[in-house]
């Protein structure tokens, strides 16, 4: 198998007035399964392409091991790729489809190729389709065969290009699991590319989130989800999503407030956790995630502030309460906290579950400089 190492990997179109992946540092272990996540046009398909030789790069190299490839044709390259949409030979069989890489990049006899994709195939669960065409097949299948057919070449490196987003939601879940499975048993280093965040935390050893081209954070799923370097990965991990809030911090030595007064908000901060921070009077956005906030039907006087209930969404286990505090403020709670819309509730949080970020550059302030730096690399 092979360790991929990207060092200042740059992407420019239309004679450099587009950047799609400004100066891409990144490295995966040989084995690894790295998910490369973040909103459409951020550079993430550029990125795979670019590993799978599909994509010269403007600038920067691509190294597996201590090989450079960057400028090496990608049907000599050691990788695999699977497609959102299958890449399928609609007039093929599915035992010509999944031989066809093999016929192009090895020197396997007919009887070695056919021998490996009947292996494949019932390893994937679709022995019983070989003969069929991929007009026949159901959106699972198809997936099942591109698979096998990735699997067959026997890679170093699997490429995935959001390949379960034509899935319903029962069997992506069903894939997610499979790809894992597969991976893990084979050992093969893999980059999988996909937009939804929920996909890029279950699935990756890694999570590498990048925005408007550029790397935003690398670290384990928890760690990111625990730790955001900034208010954007803060906003984009997690679901629901992490509330936002414009605040004021006033410190007096003695400890501190968080106020707001459009939200009605004032959470009073202890000395040790002022000067754990090194927190400064300034403006601040407050970020809390809607599992940390509890929602009392009956206000006591005690919480943060008050609010009035907008929507009421059942979801089985929990309730997503949303609150009139901004817009798009949720609160995820249990079952039995079913307020109505229009009452009006406490709400409180705690300061061990609250980030700050710079209203200005948007980064953690918690965080120092090294520690932000240690997070995109």
Not at 109 to 129: F, K, N, P, Q, Y
Not at 170 to 183: D, G, H
Not at 222 to 250: C, H, K, L, R
Not at 320 to 343: M, N
Request: charged share 30%; net charge negative.
């Amino acid at each position: 198998m092979a360790r991929v190492t990207l060092d200042t990997l740059r992407k420019e179109f239309d004679r450099g007035t587009v950047v799609a992946v400004d100066d891409l540092d990144l490295e995966i272990d040989d084995g690894e399964f790295v998910t490369v996540v973040g909103p459409s046009g951020c550079g993430k398909t550029t990125t795979l392409r670019m590993v799978a030789g599909l994509e010269e790069p403007t600038s920067g190299t691509v190294h597996f091991d201590d090989e450079d490839v960057t400028d090496i044709h990608a049907k000599e390259r050691p990788v695999a790729m699977v497609f959102q949409n299958y890449a399928l030979y609609p007039h093929k069989t599915v035992r010509e489809n999944m031989a066809f890489g093999l016929k192009m990049s090895t020197d396997m006899t007919t009887s070695e190729r056919h021998e490996r994709v009947r292996e494949m195939a019932e390893m994937m669960g679709i022995e019983d389709l070989l003969d069929d065409k991929p007009d026949e097949l159901s959106g699972g299948q198809k997936q099942r065969v591109a698979l096998g057919r990735a699997i067959a070449r026997e890679p170093e490196v699997f490429l995935f290009d959001e390949p379960l987003s034509n899935l319903d939601a029962k069997l992506r879940t069903e894939m997610r699991a499979e790809i894992q499975k597969l991976q893990k048993e084979f050992g093969v280093t893999a980059m999988y590319v996909t937009h939804d965040q929920e996909e890029a935390m279950t699935m990756g050893d890694r999570l590498a989130i990048l925005r408007d081209g550029e790397l935003q954070q690398v670290g384990e799923p928890t760690e990111v989800y625990q730790n955001p370097v900034n208010e954007f990965v803060a906003g984009f991990i997690g679901s629901p999503s992490m509330n936002f809030v414009d605040v004021d911090v006033v410190t007096d030595g003695t400890g501190a407030t968080i106020r707001s007064d459009e939200a009605g908000l004032e959470l009073a901060l202890s000395a040790e956790y002022v000067r754990g921070h090194d927190l400064e009077t300034g403006r601040y956005t407050l970020g809390v995630r809607p599992e940390n906030i509890v929602v009392d039907e009956s206000p006591s006087g005690d919480e943060t502030l008050r609010s009035t209930v907008e929507v009421v969404e059942p979801i089985g286990s929990d309730n997503y309460v949303h609150l009139a505090v901004t817009e798009d403020f949720l609160a995820r709670s249990p079952a039995e906290v079913k307020p109505e819309a229009g009452d009006e509730v406490g709400v409180s949080f705690s300061e061990d579950q609250i980030h700050l970020f710079d209203a200005k550059t948007g980064e953690d302030v918690f965080l120092t400089d090294e520690e932000i730096a240690a997070a995109v690399v």
